[in-house]
C-alpha cells in the first residue's frame, strides 16, 4: 500500500502543477468552457484518489472545489478575480496536504478552515441568488419523447487486467457515469477463472452501460480519461431521447444479458429501433458515425521513471565512456588482429547510447514557467503594477540538473525586473510607455550552450548612478574610466545594489551576485545590458549537459587539457618564431589580425624549444581569440569530474576527466581563462581586418 501512496503522490504533484499552470490560462481565458473542464477534471480526480489512499483533508478539501467549478461549468458561477485567487492559494495548500506530517500542524489546519470557510461562502451566495436547478426530465413511455433534451448512448468499458496498479478503482468510474445522468449497468464476469487461479491484484471484470444523458460526449469520454491508455474504451450514440423511459426495450435487454455473456452495440441498436418502429411516437433513431468513438489502442507511449535511475543511467554511461577511451587507446597500442575495428564500432555505440540517455534527462524549460507566471501574476499585484509575463522557446531543452539549480537564479531577476525595473502606471505614463508592462522570458540553442534571456520595459539601469555608487563604496577609484559593459557588470558584486531603498522584495544587495555564483555553479554565465528609460536584459548560457561534452585534447608540457569543442572555430600550425616575437600578442592568421594568449607564458612555464606550436582559434564574445598550446592531439568525449572543494576558488578550470590511460586531462573554461589574462595584462581583444 505504501507503494500506491507514493505513486498517488507522484500522480497527484503533476495534477496539481497542472492545474497551476491550467488556472492562470483561464484567468487569460475565462469565458474558455474547455479550461473549466480541464480544473474540474483535476480536482475531481484528485478527490477520488485521495479518498481512497487516506488522503482525508485533500478529500474533503477538493469536494468543495469541484462544488465550485461545477456551478461554473453550469453557469451558474462566473470566474472572477476572487475565485481564480482562491484556487490558487487552493493549489498552495493541496501541495502541503501532499504529505501527511503536515496535517497535524496547527497553521496548516487554520488555513484548511480559512480557505473552506471562503469556499463556503462562495457557494453560499451562489445558493442565495440562483434558483437550484430541477432533475433530470421526467422520461416518457417511448423511446424519443419530445421533452427529453437529452441522448442514449452504449459504453463498452473493457480495463486491461493490471488496471489496480496504479490504484484505479474500476467502480468508481461506474459510479461517475450515474453522476452525467441515468444509467444501467451490465457486468461480465465470464472471465473469471476459477478460484484457485484467481490473482487478487488483477481485474478480470468489464461492463456495458446504456447511459442517458444531457451531456456531451466528450463529457463521457472525460469520466475515462486518466485510463483511456489503459483500457478498451468504446462509446457510440443509440438515439435522441432516453431510452432507458422504455420499459419494453430495459426488458428486452435484461433478457439479452441473460443469455449471452456480451450485449454489443448492434444489439443495443436493434431493439431500439423495432421498438421504436412499433411506438406511436415513432421516430428515426439516429445514429451519427461521427459520434461513434473508436476504441484506443492500450499501447502504453511513455512510462514514468524514478529520478535516481536516470542519475545512475548517466553514471554508467560516463563509466562506459572512460572505458571506451582506455579500450581505443588499448587497440592502438597493441598489435592484436581485428581489436581496432571491435574498438571502433564501441566508440560508435558508446557515442549513439551517450546521446540517447542526454535525450532522456533533457527536460523542456517550459517545465518551470508556471513557477514564474504565478510569481510576476502575485507580485505585481502586491506591488501595484499590472506587468505581463511573455515566454518564447518554452520547448527548449535542458539537462534536468540544470533545469533543478536554475530556478532560484531566475526567482531573483524576475523580482528585481518588477520590483526595480518596471515602472509603476503613472511614471510609465509619464514616459509615453503602455500602462502595462511587459516581462519576456526568451530561450533559443546557439551551438552546443542554451541561451536564456529575460527582458524588461522598464526603466533600465543608470550607468552613472553604478558609477557613483561604486566610487562611494570604494570599489573604483573616481579616476578610472570603465566601459558600458564594465560598469554593468558591477551589480554583480557581492552587497552591490542598485536600488533607493530596501524592500520586502529585494533591495538589500544580496541577489545579483549570487544569481550569478549559482549560475556558474553549472558552468554557466551570465551577462547584463541596459538601457535607460528602454529596459534591460539579462542574459544566461548554459551548456546542454553537465556530464559529458566533446572536447579537443591538447597538451603543454606534461598537462593534458581539454578544450569543449563547443567553443573551437579553427586550428593552425604556426611557427615559434612568429609567437614569439610578434607585436601586442596579435598574430595574422588567414589575413586576420588574432589576438591570443601563450598559456606556457600563463601558466609560467618555460619556453618551447620545438619549431612549430598550434594556436587554437576559440570563439569569445563575438570575437575571435587564439590559445596556444604545444600539440593537439585530436577529439575527445570527456566525462567531466568535480575538482574538489580545495580548487573551488579558481574559475579557469571548470572540470577534469580520466584519460585512456589513466593520467587526469583539465577541463579549461575558455571563456573565464580569457577574461582572467585580457584583465591582468588591460588587453584589447579588438582584432582588425
Known amino acids: 500500500m505504501d507503494n500506491f501512496?507514493?505513486?498517488?503522490?507522484?500522480?497527484?504533484?503533476?495534477?496539481?502543477?497542472?492545474?497551476?499552470?491550467?488556472?492562470?490560462?483561464?484567468?487569460?481565458?475565462?469565458?474558455?468552457?474547455?479550461?473549466?473542464?480541464?480544473?474540474?477534471?483535476?480536482?475531481?480526480?484528485?478527490?477520488?484518489?485521495?479518498?481512497?489512499?487516506?488522503?482525508?483533508?485533500?478529500?474533503?478539501?477538493?469536494?468543495?472545489?469541484?462544488?465550485?467549478?461545477?456551478?461554473?461549468?453550469?453557469?451558474?458561477?462566473?470566474?472572477?478575480?476572487?475565485?481564480?485567487?482562491?484556487?490558487?492559494?487552493?493549489?498552495?495548500?493541496?501541495?502541503?496536504?501532499?504529505?501527511?506530517?503536515?496535517?497535524?500542524?496547527?497553521?496548516?489546519?487554520?488555513?484548511?478552515?480559512?480557505l473552506l470557510s471562503k469556499v463556503a461562502q462562495i457557494i453560499q451566495?451562489?445558493?442565495?441568488?440562483?434558483?437550484?436547478?430541477?432533475?433530470?426530465?421526467?422520461?416518457?413511455?417511448?423511446?424519443?419523447?419530445?421533452?427529453?433534451?437529452?441522448?442514449?448512448?452504449?459504453?463498452?468499458?473493457?480495463?486491461?487486467?493490471?488496471?489496480?496498479?496504479?490504484?484505479?478503482?474500476?467502480?468508481?468510474?461506474?459510479?461517475?457515469?450515474?453522476?452525467?445522468?441515468?444509467?444501467?449497468?451490465?457486468?461480465?464476469?465470464?472471465?473469471?477463472?476459477?478460484?484457485?487461479?484467481?490473482?487478487?491484484s488483477l481485474c478480470y471484470t468489464y461492463w456495458e452501460a446504456i447511459l442517458y444523458t444531457e451531456s456531451s460526449v466528450n463529457d463521457i469520454n472525460d469520466v475515462f480519461i486518466f485510463v483511456e491508455d489503459e483500457s478498451n474504451i468504446e462509446i457510440q450514440k443509440i438515439m435522441d431521447g432516453n431510452v432507458l423511459a422504455n420499459e419494453q426495450f430495459v426488458s428486452e435487454l435484461d433478457n439479452l444479458s441473460s443469455i449471452q455473456k456480451d450485449i454489443g452495440f448492434n444489439s443495443v441498436q436493434r431493439i431500439a429501433v423495432n421498438i421504436s418502429k412499433s411506438s406511436t411516437t415513432q421516430q428515426n433513431v439516429q445514429v451519427k458515425g461521427k459520434d461513434r468513438v473508436v476504441a484506443k489502442d492500450a499501447t502504453i507511449s511513455s512510462i514514468r521513471v524514478a529520478a535516481d535511475k536516470l542519475d545512475m543511467l548517466m553514471n554508467l554511461v560516463s563509466e562506459l565512456v572512460t572505458t571506451q577511451a582506455r579500450l581505443s587507446l588499448f587497440a592502438e597500442e597493441s598489435a592484436v588482429p581485428g581489436l581496432v575495428p571491435i574498438a571502433e564500432n564501441v566508440q560508435k555505440l558508446s557515442r549513439q547510447l551517450r546521446d540517447i540517455a542526454f535525450?532522456?534527462?533533457?527536460?523542456?524549460?517550459?517545465?518551470?514557467?508556471?513557477?514564474?507566471?504565478?510569481?510576476?501574476?502575485?507580485?505585481?499585484?502586491?506591488?501595484g503594477k499590472d506587468v505581463v509575463f511573455a515566454t518564447e522557446g518554452a520547448e527548449t531543452e535542458l539537462d534536468k540538473t540544470i533545469i533543478e539549480s536554475l530556478a532560484d537564479p531566475l526567482m531573483h531577476i524576475l523580482r528585481n525586473s518588477l520590483d526595480h525595473g518596471i515602472?509603476?502606471?503613472?511614471?510609465?505614463?509619464?514616459?509615453g510607455k503602455p500602462k502595462q508592462g511587459k516581462i519576456t522570458l526568451k530561450a533559443f540553442?546557439?551551438?552546443?550552450?542554451?541561451?536564456?534571456?529575460?527582458?524588461?520595459?522598464?526603466a533600465g539601469i543608470d550607468p552613472e548612478m553604478i558609477t557613483h555608487k561604486a566610487i562611494a563604496k570604494g570599489i573604483i577609484s573616481a579616476d578610472r574610466k570603465l566601459s558600458k559593459r564594465e560598469v554593468l557588470e558591477l551589480v554583480?558584486?557581492?552587497?552591490?545594489?542598485?536600488?533607493?531603498?530596501?524592500?520586502?522584495?529585494?533591495g538589500r544587495g544580496v541577489g545579483m551576485d549570487v544569481v550569478k555564483r549559482k549560475i556558474a555553479d553549472i558552468r554557466g554565465e551570465v551577462e547584463i545590458d541596459s538601457e535607460k528609460g528602454v529596459g534591460t536584459t539579462i542574459t544566461i548560457k548554459l551548456p546542454l549537459t553537465l556530464s559529458i561534452i566533446d572536447g579537443l585534447l591538447v597538451k603543454v608540457e606534461d598537462t593534458h587539457f581539454i578544450i569543449p569543442l563547443s567553443v573551437?572555430?579553427?586550428?593552425?600550425?604556426?611557427?615559434?618564431?612568429?609567437?614569439?616575437?610578434?607585436?601586442?600578442?596579435?598574430?595574422?592568421?588567414?589575413?586576420?589580425?588574432?589576438?591570443?594568449?601563450?598559456?606556457?607564458?600563463?601558466?609560467?612555464?618555460?619556453?618551447?624549444t620545438e619549431k612549430f606550436e598550434q594556436v587554437i582559434v576559440v570563439n569569445f564574445e563575438e570575437k575571435s581569440v587564439g590559445l596556444v598550446v604545444d600539440t593537439v592531439i585530436g577529439e575527445y568525449q570527456a566525462v567531466l569530474k568535480p575538482l574538489g572543494k580545495h580548487y573551488?576558488?579558481?574559475?579557469?578550470?571548470?572540470?577534469?576527466?580520466?584519460?585512456?590511460?589513466?593520467t587526469v586531462a583539465l577541463v579549461m573554461d575558455t571563456n573565464k581563462i580569457i577574461k582572467l589574462f585580457a584583465n591582468h595584462k588591460d588587453f584589447a581583444m579588438e582584432g582588425e581586418e
Do not use: C, W
Open 5 to 114: 501512496k507514493k505513486k498517488f503522490v507522484e500522480e497527484a504533484v503533476d495534477l496539481i502543477d497542472g492545474l497551476e499552470k491550467t488556472l492562470l490560462e483561464l484567468e487569460e481565458n475565462p469565458e474558455d468552457e474547455a479550461i473549466v473542464q480541464k480544473v474540474f477534471r483535476v480536482m475531481h480526480t484528485l478527490k477520488g484518489n485521495s479518498g481512497m489512499f487516506g488522503f482525508e483533508m485533500i478529500d474533503s478539501f477538493t469536494h468543495e472545489m469541484e462544488t465550485v467549478y461545477d456551478m461554473i461549468r453550469n453557469h451558474k458561477l462566473s470566474v472572477s478575480r476572487e475565485i481564480l485567487d482562491l484556487t490558487l492559494a487552493s493549489v498552495d495548500h493541496l501541495k502541503i496536504l501532499l504529505d501527511e506530517d503536515n496535517y497535524n500542524d496547527p497553521d496548516v489546519q487554520a488555513n484548511h478552515k480559512m
Open 125 to 200: 451566495a451562489d445558493s442565495e441568488t440562483s434558483v437550484a436547478s430541477g432533475p433530470l426530465p421526467t422520461a416518457n413511455n417511448n423511446l424519443n419523447g419530445d421533452s427529453d433534451k437529452g441522448s442514449s448512448y452504449y459504453i463498452l468499458f473493457e480495463p486491461n487486467g493490471n488496471i489496480f496498479s496504479n490504484g484505479t478503482n474500476p467502480l468508481y468510474l461506474l459510479d461517475e457515469l450515474h453522476t452525467l445522468g441515468e444509467a444501467k449497468v451490465y457486468a461480465h464476469l465470464n472471465r473469471v477463472p476459477p478460484l484457485k487461479d484467481i490473482d487478487e
Open 359 to 383: 535525450s532522456i534527462v533533457l527536460i523542456p524549460i517550459e517545465n518551470m514557467l508556471t513557477r514564474f507566471q504565478r510569481l510576476v501574476r502575485d507580485l505585481s499585484s502586491e506591488l
Open 423 to 431: 515602472e509603476d502606471a503613472a511614471q510609465r505614463e509619464k514616459a
Open 445 to 458: 540553442y546557439s551551438g552546443a550552450n542554451v541561451m536564456i534571456q529575460i527582458s524588461d520595459d522598464g
Open 492 to 506: 554583480f558584486l557581492p552587497g552591490f545594489s542598485t536600488a533607493t531603498k530596501v524592500t520586502d522584495v529585494s
Open 568 to 608: 573551437v572555430d579553427k586550428i593552425y600550425a604556426v611557427e615559434h618564431e612568429k609567437i614569439a616575437k610578434t607585436f601586442n600578442n596579435v598574430v595574422v592568421l588567414d589575413g586576420k589580425q588574432i589576438p591570443f594568449f601563450y598559456i606556457r607564458r600563463e601558466f609560467e612555464h618555460t619556453e618551447s
Open 648 to 662: 573551488k576558488n579558481q574559475d579557469m578550470i571548470s572540470g577534469a576527466t580520466i584519460l585512456g590511460d589513466g
